[in-house]
């Protein structure tokens, strides 16, 4: 069975341009997480989205979106970026079974550099 | 809402010697409980999860994590540890309501093991 898959690895952007990310989860997944990873402040959720709808959200900016399809991959986007946006964006997929999350499994995820 | 907080951010160790990874949660509602390993520039690998039943959970690579309700504790313990075993270990957790799907992750540890 495939993992999760993120694309691309490594990205490099200008300040004030925008970017997107894309996440394709595990078969049969219906629900992908986006988590943020930064030195300083670690690990924090962006947003998680099952059958197509945004379920629940954390506290970024709105600069910061998503989107899910309906074979549930995933992306999410990032507009008029800047320097503190450079982080390692992680996407996470898991089947949510009922209201509690039992099993994520993570992607590679995304480098992104803003310069 | 929950928070995790992860007692020592680095824990240096010789290799063979026994480990513990401290944990310890605050949450008002029940949940469930995470131990994850990080290897540089890799995603989040799942080393082992308490949701229900035993108290004792066994994981992969060797790893065991006991839950302490009284204590809101979770500790990761490995009785050897190998020089491989050096990565960065994340505690979280995951409330049960139906938006609480996201996980909440500890600052991380990091687990450097010496020969």
């Known amino acids: 069975k495939a993992g999760v898959t993120q694309t691309p690895r490594y990205l490099i952007k200008t300040r004030g341009q925008q970017v997107t990310l894309s996440c394709s989860p595990i078969?049969?997944?219906?629900?992908v997480s986006w988590y943020q990873q930064t030195p300083g402040q670690g690990l924090q959720f962006l947003f998680e989205?099952?059958?197509?709808?945004?379920?629940n959200k954390g506290n970024f900016p709105g600069r910061f979106s998503g989107r899910q399809f309906s074979n549930s991959r995933s992306e999410m986007n990032v507009s008029t970026l800047e320097l503190g946006d450079s982080a390692l964006y992680l996407c996470?997929?898991?089947?949510?079974?009922?209201?509690?999350?039992?099993?994520?499994?993570f992607g590679q995820g995304t480098r992104l550099t803003v310069v | 809402a929950q928070s995790v907080t992860q007692l020592d951010s680095q824990v240096p160790v010789f290799e063979e010697a026994p480990v513990e990874l401290r944990c310890n949660y605050s949450?008002?509602?029940?949940?469930?409980l995470f131990w994850y390993v990080q290897y540089p520039n890799q995603g989040l690998q799942l080393l082992l999860k308490?949701?229900?039943?035993?108290?004792l959970v066994k994981g992969i690579n060797g790893f065991e994590a006991e839950f302490n309700k009284s204590q809101t504790s979770f500790h990761l313990r490995k009785p050897s540890v190998h020089i491989s075993d050096t990565a960065e270990y994340f505690c979280?957790?995951?409330?049960?309501?139906?938006?609480?799907?996201?996980?909440?992750f500890g600052k991380g540890t990091k687990l450097s093991v010496k020969p």
């Open positions: 996470a997929s898991s089947i949510r079974q009922g209201g509690g999350n039992t099993e994520a499994f």
């Open positions: 078969s049969g997944h219906r629900s």
């Open positions: 989205y099952f059958s197509e709808t945004q379920r």
């Open positions: 949450s008002s509602v029940s949940v469930y």
């Open positions: 308490y949701l229900s039943g035993s108290t």
């Open positions: 979280a957790v995951s409330g049960l309501g139906g938006s609480q799907g996201n996980l909440i």
